[in-house]
Structure formats: C-alpha cells, structure tokens
C-alpha cells in the first residue's frame, strides 16, 4: 500500500431559490456593533461555556439550516465540518459512512469509532457500532460535532461525538405537511405535528413521520424507510425538566454491491450479473425510547438523569456461493439474522462553588446489549442445483451479551481571570461473553473483558475578550464491535477473543477568535493509537479484523463564519490529516505485510468547503456551496 497522489478536484455546486447550504455556528455575541450569530453554550462538552470560551473543536448546525435540507440523510446537514469526512453511497442497505479525524474510517457499513446521541441518548449501540438512520431530520433543532480530546469523556468508541437535538413543540397545535421528489423515482413524503404546552405541568410535543423511498441510481439499488420520531417535554414547576422521546425506523434496502474499475467504467449503473441471483439485501427494523430529567436542587447543585431501551433487528441475504458455504463445517452462511435488546442509563451531579472558581460534575454510565444471532444458508436445493436468496438451514446460533458500568468525574477551575483548566477522568471497562448453541461444529463459547482509565486535561488562556488559545490531551478507548468480532480471520467458527481493544493519545491546541473579520477556529492535532482495530481481509466472504500495532494521526484544521450582511452568511473550512501505519503489519494469509509510513485507507488528506447562504428566518432562502476532498487512500 503506498499513498496515493491528490486526485482531480472533485465539486459539488447547488444553488437554488428554494435549497440552501448548511453554514456551521461558532459565534458569541460579544459586540452588539457587528453583525453576529447568536449566544449559544455548547451541550457536548458539558461544561456550560460559550463557543468562544470551550477549549475543544466542536460546531453547531441550527434548524434553519436542517429545516433547507432535503431531510434524507445526516450528510445534508453536517458537511463542512473539519476532519469529518462523509461517504454517502446512496447505498441504503450499508447506512452512511463517517470517519473524525480518521476514527472510523475502518467501517463498511454504519458508523463505528464515533459516538452518536440523540436528545442525550445513545444512538450508539453499547458495543460501539453506531447508525444515523434514527435521527429524524424533520424535527431536528440542532447538531453538535464534538472532535478531539474531549470525546474520550463519552468513553467507548469516542474518536468523535455528534449530538443531535429535537425540537420542542410550541405555540398553537399546528400540522405540517411536506413532499418532495427527484431523479431514480426518488420521493419523500412528512408530516409533523406539534403544540405547546397548554398548562402548567403539562407537556409540549413534536411527532414527525415520514415516508422515503427510492428506485436508486444503479440496477437494484433501491430503498424503502419508514420512520417515526416522538417527544414530550414537561418543565415542572419546582424547575425540573423532562424529556420523553421514542422513535422508529423500518428499512428495506437492496444492495448493488461494488463494482471493479473496469466494471464501472463500461456501467456506472449496472449489478454485475453472477450478483442477480442471490437478490442481496437488508431489512432493518428498530425501536428505541428513552427519558432524561434534570432538576435544580438550588443555584448551585444539579442532578440529571437518563435511561433507555431498545430492540433492533437486521436480517442481510449476502451473495456467498454454496460452494463457499459447504467448504467448511465453521461457515456461517450467507444469511446474517439477529436481533438486539439494548437499555442504560446515566446518572450525573453537578455543583458549582464547592471551591471557589469551580464546577465538578459526578456519574455513573451503564449500557448492556443481549443479541440473538444466527446465521443460515442463502439458498435452498431445487432438483438439486441452488436457488438463492432464501433462508436455508442454519449454520450458526448464539446468544452475545455485553455489558458497562463507567464511572466517570469531570472539574473545572477558573485559577486566574483569563486561565481555565479543566480535567475529567473516566474508567471505562467493557465485557462481552458469547454462548454456542450451535455445537455440530464444536463449541465456540467465550468471553473476554476489556478496561482502561481514560484522563483528559484541557488548559485555556482567554488572550483577548475575542481571542482564546488552548491545549488539551485526553486517553480515548475503543472496543471491538459484535460485528468486527464475529469472525476469525483464520476462517475457523466462533468469535474473535483474540482482537483486542485499541487505545489513543490525542494531543490538540487551538485558537478561537471572534472579531469584526468574523468567528474562527484553528486546531492543531496529534493521535497516536495503539493496537489500531484494521481489515485482515475477506474470509470466505466475511470481512475479518485484526489489530496494527502503532498508527499516528496528524492534522490541522481550520473553520471561519461570519455573517456579512444582515441574513447573508459566508462559511469557510479546510483540514488536513495524514493517517499512517506507524510500524509494520505482519502479513497474514494471502494479505500482504503492510509497511509502516503506508496510509490508513478510506481517508482523504485534504479537504476544504466554502458557502454563501442568504438565511432568514422566514420567506425566501438560497445558497451555493463548493465542496473539495482528495481521493480516498
């Protein structure tokens, strides 16, 4: 593997009267004299601080900008954010792909290496494995991006954290209505309704639902999604918040799968032919509710609280031959069938002024996740030749549980006038235990345990009252997945105890600046990961992982808004990452040693973003926005 050369730039242009980009948020509102966004405290580092004065990389994308989406996929609303970098490949059976710095970059499909939250509930599932296709675009409120040291705080497979945000429902009861159509039969039909509270004690309440479905850009590619997204909100009177939330999601997805180059050059649209008779695909149906509640006992002590749970069930017909299937007895099939019953909770106090100059918050994180997996033959015998894309008999049953207890403790000190320091600690342990119920080819049974302490440290200098620098570390921690488990590279059946838990050390300082030339940040980053989670390559068509012994992620990036005339607003970002092995890889099988100083594929070195958006708060919108990214190592 060797890095590649930058590629032909690759741009994207839209402009309409009636679409319009996404521009990020990063203002304070020091000074009433120029035109500015407004006052907002960031949530994701859970500090209670201005943008201006959080010593972390992290962007916020408001409503109005969600609300001018197409409100399909995540990737509308977060681009432009440094160092995340998107792959939508319009393939609904594989989910989107994004990678923070680097961090997840590693997955074929949904989201690992990131956390994902939803009104402060986990859209992540507890073993890591993450999916965007729960977060209802329709009510969405706002997004935060938190990247760099300060996501080890959220423990687990914290390369990177987004948080998305409801609306809450207010004013008169009113309805919604909303359809819209495109290219390959595309169509998207939603409705959301919402009303205030009417009371005291009462709730507000927003329900969006809505209807996606798609022919696809190649030969069957299309989709089908279903998705219902609900939440109460209640402010009580003794000042105690709560926030009820439930959604669901249901998915038909057929899978294209990949072309060669040579493929794709004869026909970018078309499924290779020996792929028809499986008839590849994925269904995929989840529900999840969850409750968070926060009360003030006076000025300055606080409780919170969050629980959740959920099931979700997948079952993937893949396009592996009989002939594959039979050549072992530890074969899985080419039928994947599981279903997942996940809960948790989160438990935090907060108090300020124990000491002077202070904030200390303490908790208690628990998840846990029961799986049901099973694997089957694709394929039943008819005059003894294999028809395809059927369940046929199993060749795979077990029961996965996993569970976490993190406690976790998070201080800040303003020490000086101008210096800040801020310090958390989280010790994170992880215990997976996997039951065979499928002994014909032996028993598979196992467990392993992972842990590790995680601190993280962050000191900030408040130079000028627009003007703010920082440095930060923090020890990150990411586990695999059931999924990256599931199979051994050696081809032999059971799960994978010998792929052991990377950990990271991630150095960063930035600056923060808001002045009459607009509101910019610029970080600067080093990450340095151990046992690294890789590809080992395909096994008798599953994908396998192992663990790289050093990688090393350095970058920069840089992101600058302002708004320069009345709703007129200009939005600029570029980041720079090299991502490279940091020792050799020994070779495995037929995959070839991996030489240190290779690039860590699926990451694009460059990358740059500029918009120009004229927003208001209501009437007419529009924008345009230019999009660069290397290609892909």
């Not at 151990?530 to 192992?546: L, M, P, Y």
């Not at 991502?579 to 460059?606: E, R, V, Y």
């Amino acid at each position: 593997m060797s890095l590649l050369r930058l590629d032909r730039l690759h741009y994207c242009i839209l402009m309409s009267m009636g679409c319009i980009s996404s521009p990020l948020v990063w203002a304070e509102d020091l000074n009433s004299d120029v035109a500015q966004l407004p006052t907002l405290h960031v949530e994701a580092t859970r500090t209670d601080t201005g943008y201006l004065q959080t010593p972390a990389s992290v962007f916020r994308i408001e409503a109005p900008q969600v609300d001018s989406s197409s409100q399909v996929n995540l990737t509308e609303v977060v681009k432009g954010i440094p160092s995340l970098q998107i792959r939508n490949r319009e393939n609904y059976a594989q989910d989107l792909q994004l990678s923070m710095r680097g961090f997840g970059a590693r997955s074929t499909f949904g989201v690992r290496g990131i956390r994902l939250y939803v009104d402060g509930i986990p859209a992540t599932m507890p073993d890591g494995q993450g999916q965007t296709s729960n977060i209802d675009l329709s009510s969405l409120d706002h997004v935060e991006v938190l990247t760099g040291p300060f996501s080890s705080l959220y423990g687990n497979s914290s390369g990177g954290t987004i948080l998305t945000s409801t609306k809450e429902g207010q004013g008169k009861d009113s309805i919604e209505l909303s359809y819209s159509g495109g290219s390959h039969d595309k169509s998207r039909a939603g409705l959301v309704l919402q009303g205030g509270a009417k009371g005291a004690n009462e709730p507000s309440y927003i329900i969006s639902s809505s209807y996606f479905d798609t022919d696809g850009y190649r030969e069957h590619s299309g989709a089908e999604k279903v998705l219902n997204n609900a939440k109460l909100s209640w402010n009580l009177d003794d000042g105690s918040k709560i926030n009820w939330v439930t959604n669901y999601v249901k998915i038909h997805a057929d899978d294209p799968q990949g072309l060669t180059h040579d493929q794709w050059n004869a026909n970018p649209k078309q499924q290779v032919p020996f792929l028809k008779q499986f008839n590849v695909r994925k269904d995929i149906e989840q529900t999840q509710t969850g409750v968070t509640w926060s009360k003030p006992i006076n000025d300055k002590n606080e409780l919170y609280a969050m629980a959740y749970l959920g099931n979700r069930q997948v079952t993937q017909y893949q396009s592996i031959p009989k002939s594959t299937q039979d050549a072992s007895i530890n074969h899985a099939g080419g039928v994947i069938d599981f279903e997942r019953n996940y809960y948790g909770a989160d438990f935090r106090w907060t108090g300020k002024e124990l000491l002077p100059n202070t904030t200390l918050s303490v908790g208690v994180a628990l998840d846990a996740m029961d799986e049901d997996r099973k694997g089957f033959e694709n394929f039943n015998l008819v005059n003894g030749q294999p028809s395809y894309g059927v369940k046929g008999n199993l060749r795979r049953d077990e029961d996965n549980t996993l569970w976490n207890i993190d406690p976790y403790l998070q201080a800040s000190w303003q020490f000086l006038p101008t210096w800040r320091l801020d310090t958390g600690v989280r010790y994170s342990n992880v215990h997976y235990k996997s039951e065979d119920n499928y002994l014909s080819n032996g028993d598979d049974s196992g467990k392993t345990d992972y842990d590790k302490v995680l601190p993280s440290v962050a000191l900030s200098w408040q130079i000028l009252p627009e003007l703010m620098a920082y440095v930060s570390y923090a020890k990150g921690f990411e586990t695999p997945t059931f999924t990256e488990m599931a199979y051994r590279p050696d081809g032999q059946s059971g799960f994978n105890f010998d792929l052991t838990a990377s950990t990271s050390d991630t150095y960063e300082t930035g600056l923060k600046s808001q002045n009459q030339l607009g509101d910019f940040t610029l970080a600067v980053f080093q990450t340095k990961t151990k046992d690294d989670i890789v590809s080992a390559g395909n096994s008798n068509g599953r994908s396998t992982f192992r663990n790289a012994d050093k990688t090393l992620r350095e970058g920069v990036e840089f992101a600058w808004n302002k708004k320069l005339w009345r709703d007129l607003i200009a939005t600029a970002s570029y980041s720079y990452l090299d991502a490279t092995f940091d020792a050799d890889i020994p070779a495995l099988g037929n995959i070839a040693q991996i030489s240190s100083g290779n690039a860590i594929p699926g990451i694009a070195k460059n990358q740059a973003y500029a918009s120009l958006a004229w927003q208001p708060s209501h009437g007419l919108y529009g924008g345009v926005d230019v999009q660069y990214m290397d290609k892909y190592t």
